[in-house]
């Protein structure tokens, strides 16, 4: 009786379902990933693409990703033809019911070749990868490289750079190296809260920034630009609003931006009741602005304020009219942010702004 | 011969309608296996549709840029609830639901080794969920604004410390899951037991079917590595309420601490998770390519290859921590290892399919969908052990796309195959084979339609894990596609659901072994009676049914 209970619904004979599975995957996975490398070089400057890297460390991630993808994408193509030819070839055919067809319960020779050659490409995969882990891992720096330290906050990036005595926020600045004249820059990383992470994605991959602990890591940009990236560790609230831009300059164009913000701040005596206000107010209990009594390091400092393209991290460029927003109610441009509105009447906020204006 | 043919399906009586508090209180008080195995699996497809509605909202948040559909609280809340319930309260119940159900009618047994243990271990899953979901509405308990947790799946110290995260919504997260663990815990003691004890006449280790020997090898990897787990929620309850500091980094504590503590879990887990979708795709496509399972002993050793090397790869989900560049060469080898075992079994399948007659019923289909959409997990897998890769991939969108394809594109494959093949036999009804396949492709266009673009906004260097993101840096397509694609999902779990209802009320009748299949379930009665077997079973080989029904040719001549 138990041989003559039924044998389900009849088995679909047309081999056609199986084939589209294959050929659907196989496209659509060949489909979005070449337009995607191929597109890479169109999409705009502000795309950090992993493999359009302009830094040394950079450079080797991504010559070793390209390796891998391409032992991994043969892989692919090896193994999925197989299934597919398996799943076309060897169908259930009408007039096939009731047979079945010889069972093969394995094969020592086959099963030792896919395990030894698995085992083979994992090593040669393997020694590559060490390679470049040793190649960016422990490299020594040059010593007249830049030393930048960086702070992690919730939610925005402080920099500081100790030979130079500047402090900056969420816009970092190195100078571009050349094969001829290495300038790289070497980035020590903590974090005033929680872990956060540093990637900039066309200079380095990330290293995370982890309260009590240091981690360095460095870029070597050799061509000359703006390169955005951001937090890639969740921190809380505004993870997605901790954006970094790199500003790499040519040589002399770093010097000088290095003496503009070794200057102290200016003093217009046009916006006097602006700075009165500004002093007199919460505000100098978080933010700095060089040589005054605001001495606040719980927000970015202020000094050069007006030489940053962006505000709240990146949440904004920085205009008159986002300052003047941001100040109004941070928490409107950027919802759950530490900083607090300070309740100024209109005409305050006014002077306010006009004062921060200046901070060029 | 065996007494295979003394249980034979019995002429049922008609059932009796009972009164539905009658009926609930006997799935209440049930210590059945067969039983709480549905419930596990009915309440992780629960869990599943909430958890799948918390991804909805958030795929439609990431349409646009700079959208503000929801503010990034809420959308905190959303991811955090979304891989939790994922894990914890669909993956583990559906796996632990199937091994409840099968293990025992595989093995010839009559139930788990103990029943009452059984019914613990659900209970506390249960509840545990519902605690950790009571969150939406009592997270801020006395002060009236309700707040799931928002700290990630993984929780990341110190971002659970009392300085970063206030209120009580990581406590929600941390009791909720220790006391599902706890009851995990128990289940697997429950199967390693049964296991190890319980066996038919004649069921050696080695004729034990595969599904049996891999959630042995998941029991015990859950028995290892949920204490851990367990071990550093309770020392994070210790930072948040008794002054201690462990994580807490402001006191000298350690962030990375927590993190190995996690991963020691959260890898092995990995593993829990998908070895279950290994075992019922090693039991599906040997039947629907009639054929016997190519090479047994190097399935099993690859099962427990797995087992012991995934122990051993916890860090590379910490590439970027900062570890020096020996522990960094270390685990990248480990990493590459485990794709050897893993290559071993898929290249197994395809020897099991290679030379069959293929049917290509529903739950084949979920196996051949799974097989490539795993291959393509397990490819990106290695690139993500390649470390330096890695400190560029990690935490971007590229690693969402590389565990999606893991867990859905392989283990919730595996489950809709698992589904599609048992259903007959825990109903005794037929799901529809058209609605299936409408079912299959509708769930395989949107599955890879959501998740395939993830690879490119990642490599194009989106973080996972934001609320939203800036025009202009041309991750717009991507997440646009990504986001069509959930459409194609609902509608396949819609018909998915629909197709269960259907064919509950007017099913086909299954009988007893629909699609002539060869392991013991299939020789009792659709649905098994309470005892399962009406004689214990005996078995001479691997495949007990097929050495019936070929006497001429029985399978125990071969092992």
Redesign the interface.
């Given at each position: 009786?138990?041989?003559s209970?039924?044998?389900?619904?009849p088995?679909?004979k047309?081999w056609y379902?199986?084939a589209i599975?294959?050929l659907?995957?196989v496209l659509?996975?060949a489909g979005?990933?070449v337009p995607?490398f191929t597109a890479?070089a169109a999409?705009?400057i502000?795309?950090?693409?992993?493999?359009e890297p302009v830094s040394t460390p950079?450079y080797?991630?991504a010559e070793?990703?390209w390796l891998?993808?391409a032992i991994?994408g043969a892989?692919?193509v090896v193994?999925?033809s197989?299934?597919v030819y398996?799943?076309v070839r060897?169908?259930?055919?009408p007039g096939?019911e009731g047979?079945?067809?010889?069972?093969?319960?394995?094969?020592n020779q086959?099963?030792t070749a896919?395990?030894v050659v698995?085992?083979l490409i994992?090593f040669v995969?393997?020694l590559a990868?060490?390679r470049?882990?040793?190649t960016?891992?422990?490299a020594e720096p040059p010593p007249d490289a830049l030393k930048i330290t960086v702070v992690g906050h919730?939610w925005w990036w402080e920099f500081h750079y100790p030979e130079l005595g500047i402090i900056t926020a969420n816009e970092l600045h190195t100078p571009v190296s050349d094969r001829g004249n290495r300038r790289p820059t070497v980035l020590t990383?903590h974090s005033d809260?929680?872990?956060h992470?540093f990637?900039v994605?066309r200079l380095?991959?990330?290293?995370?920034v982890?309260?009590?602990?240091d981690?360095?890591m460095w870029i070597e940009p050799m061509e000359p630009g703006t390169y955005?990236?951001?937090?890639?560790?969740?921190?809380?609230?505004?993870?997605?609003y901790m954006?970094l831009r790199v500003v790499v300059h040519p040589r002399g164009e770093f010097d000088r931006w290095v003496a503009e913000q070794r200057k102290p701040p200016v003093m217009d005596p046009r916006v006097q009741a602006g700075r009165d206000l500004f002093y007199s107010t919460a505000c100098i209990n978080c933010h700095r602005v060089g040589g005054t009594v605001a001495t606040g390091t719980f927000g970015p400092d202020l000094t050069h304020l007006m030489s940053r393209e962006t505000i709240g991290a990146?949440v904004a460029a920085n205009t008159p009219k986002n300052l003047r927003a941001w100040i109004e109610d941070p928490d409107h441009l950027k919802?759950?942010v530490n900083m607090p509105a300070m309740k100024l009447t209109e005409d305050e906020v006014d002077k306010v702004v006009t004062y921060l204006l200046t901070l060029k | 011969m065996t007494v295979l043919d003394q249980t034979m399906a019995q002429p049922r009586p008609a059932e009796a309608r009972l009164p539905l508090l009658l009926v609930l209180h006997e799935w209440v008080t049930t210590v059945d296996h067969k039983r709480l195995g549905i419930m596990y699996i009915c309440s992780g497809i629960v869990f599943f549709v909430i958890a799948g509605l918390e991804a909805t909202i958030m795929r439609w948040q990431l349409f646009f840029p700079n959208n503000d559909a929801i503010s990034p609280q809420v959308f905190n809340r959303l991811f955090t609830m979304h891989g939790t319930t994922m894990v914890f309260l669909v993956g583990m119940p559906i796996i632990i639901g199937m091994a409840n159900y099968l293990v025992p009618l595989m093995i010839g047994a009559r139930d788990l080794a103990f029943p009452r243990l059984n019914a613990f271990g659900f209970w506390l899953f249960l509840f545990g969920g519902l605690l950790l979901y009571f969150s939406f509405l009592g997270g801020d308990g006395l002060y009236g604004a309700g707040t799931a947790p928002d700290v990630g799946w993984f929780a990341y110290s110190p971002l659970t410390g009392r300085a970063f995260s206030r209120g009580n919504s990581t406590d929600y997260w941390i009791l909720g899951l220790l006391v599902g663990g706890i009851g995990s815990i128990a289940t697997a003691a429950n199967i390693v037991t049964t296991v190890v004890c319980m066996r038919c006449k004649g069921m050696t280790l080695g004729k034990m079917p595969l599904f049996v020997w891999m959630l042995t090898v998941v029991s015990v990897l859950i028995l290892l590595v949920m204490p851990p787990l367990t071990a550093a929620q309770v020392m994070l309850l210790f930072d948040r309420f008794l002054g201690a500091k462990f994580f807490d980094t402001q006191a000298g504590g350690s962030a990375v601490l927590w993190q190995h503590f996690f991963w020691i879990f959260g890898h092995p887990e990995v593993y829990v998770l998908m070895l279950p979708g290994f075992a019922a795709a090693s039991e599906i496509i040997p039947v629907f390519s009639r054929k016997v399972i190519f090479g047994y002993p190097m399935m099993v050793a690859a099962t427990i290859a797995i087992g012991f090397i995934g122990m051993g790869v916890w860090a590379h989900h910490m590439f970027t921590v900062g570890m020096s560049a020996m522990s960094n060469t270390f685990f990248t080898a480990a990493t590459m290892l485990i794709a050897v075992p893993t290559g071993i079994k898929i290249f197994n399948w395809l020897g099991t399919m290679w030379g069959g007659r293929i049917r290509f019923a529903t739950p084949m289909l979920f196996c051949i969908g799974f097989l490539l959409q795993f291959l393509v997990a397990g490819l990106t897998g290695i690139m993500l052990a390649v470390s330096p890769f890695d400190w560029q991939l990690s935490d971007s969108y590229f690693v969402v796309a590389h565990f999606h394809y893991v867990l859905i594109g392989g283990l919730l494959f595996t489950i809709f195959a698992t589904i599609y093949y048992w259903f007959p036999k825990v109903t005794g009804r037929m799901l529809s084979e058209r609605v299936g396949k409408w079912h299959f492709w509708l769930f395989a266009i949107g599955f890879n339609l959501t998740f395939a673009p993830m690879h490119i906004s990642g490599i194009l260097g989106m973080p996972r894990r934001i609320y939203t993101y800036e025009a202009g840096r041309g991750w717009e397509l991507w997440n646009q596609l990504s986001s069509i694609g959930v459409i194609f999902q609902i509608a396949a779990v819609l018909i998915f659901v629909w197709n269960i209802i259907s064919a509950l009320r007017h099913g086909e009748p299954a009988g007893d072994d629909p699609w002539d299949a060869w392991t013991l379930e299939w020789s009792t009665t659709s649905p098994p009676p309470e005892y399962n077997f009406e004689t214990p079973p005996v078995v001479r080989s691997r495949r007990p049914l097929w050495d019936l029904k070929h006497p001429e040719d029985p399978d125990w001549r071969h092992e």
């Open positions: 009786m138990l041989l209970v039924l044998i389900g619904p088995a679909r047309r379902p199986s599975v294959g659907t995957f659509s996975v979005l990933v995607a890479a999409v705009p502000q795309t950090p693409n992993i493999f950079a080797a991630v070793l990703s891998v993808l991994t892989i692919f193994v999925g197989l299934l398996s799943i060897f169908r259930a055919r096939d047979r079945e067809p010889p069972q093969v319960y394995g094969s086959v099963e896919w395990t698995p085992l994992v995969l393997f990868t060490t470049t882990i040793i960016v891992q422990n919730q990383l809260d929680v872990v992470s990637w994605p380095a991959g990330k290293t995370d982890i309260p009590n602990r981690n360095h955005v990236g951001q937090c890639a560790e969740f921190c809380g609230t505004q993870h997605a954006l990146g919802p759950g | -």
